[in-house]
């Protein structure tokens, strides 16, 4: 499967969405925050906005990985109609969104969330809250580009889709010389120290969710802060 790596034009909101969600359909933080199907039905069309918000922002790029016929490439330049071929005889299978560095005199504001009704707000926040923090503590004020979400269409997971995006922000790191920054799930840890991240602390909130057999699940979830350092030879990585 030939891949190619692209920025996301507004068209690719609706898209972008459904493979967000796809994904992360068993995250227990998910089922935490948005308990009902119809809840989580509304949040699609809230990340939706959310992409579409930030693939306008300046300080906000937004990738995508459409499965094509051409050549793979990684090139941000290119626009997503750049294959010379209609846009509906390719699909996107992943996406990512990588946050700019900012300093305080920016005056930045990222592009908020609009929540549909029903959305668990005070766990929400307090997972908010620790994330900020977990990432003061490990980057201080430093400013650096930041993997806010990575995502692959279920049935094209561990394809390469997931190294090209990580591999574009990590060659803006090494030309602009700073630090990047993400929060992984337990499960990728692994897969972004094969990219170069180092662990850097636990984050962990106790959350209760429903079941798909109908039953409360208490349990504590956790993901793992990591920074990526500046590299100055090349390493074998893992396909992610």
Not at 208 to 211: G, L, N, P, Q, V
């Given at each position: 499967m030939l891949l190619r790596c692209c920025i996301a034009?507004?068209?690719d909101a609706p898209r972008i969405a459904e493979?967000?969600?796809?994904?992360f359909a068993s995250n227990a933080m998910l089922l935490a925050q948005f308990r009902s199907t119809a809840v989580r039905h509304a949040l699609q069309h809230s990340i939706e906005l959310k992409a579409l918000s930030d693939i306008e922002d300046s300080k906000t790029t937004v990738l995508f990985i459409r499965r094509d016929g051409m050549q793979t490439m990684l090139d941000e330049k290119e626009s997503s109609n750049a294959l010379g071929i209609p846009l509906s005889d390719s699909t996107i299978i992943a996406f990512a969104k990588w946050a700019h560095?900012?300093?305080?005199h920016d005056e930045y504001e990222e592009p908020p969330w609009i929540w549909p009704e029903g959305t668990a707000l005070d766990v929400?926040?307090?997972w908010t809250r620790l994330v900020e923090e977990a990432q003061t503590r490990a980057m201080g004020s430093q400013a650096c580009y930041r993997l806010t979400f990575i995502a692959a269409d279920p049935r094209y997971q561990r394809h390469g889709a997931g190294t090209l995006m990580v591999a574009w922000g990590l060659g803006r790191c090494e030309k602009e010389k700073v630090f990047a920054y993400l929060?992984?799930?337990e499960e990728a840890v692994n897969l972004y120290k094969e990219q170069g991240f180092e662990a850097a602390l636990e984050i962990s909130m106790s959350i209760?969710?429903?079941?798909s057999e109908g039953g409360g699940i208490t349990q504590d979830?956790?993901?793992v802060a990591m920074v990526y350092r500046l590299k100055t030879t090349s390493e074998n990585r893992s396909v992610l």
């Open positions: 034009e507004p068209e493979i967000h969600m796809a994904a560095p900012t300093e305080p929400l926040d307090d929060e992984s799930t209760t969710f429903e079941s979830y956790k993901e």
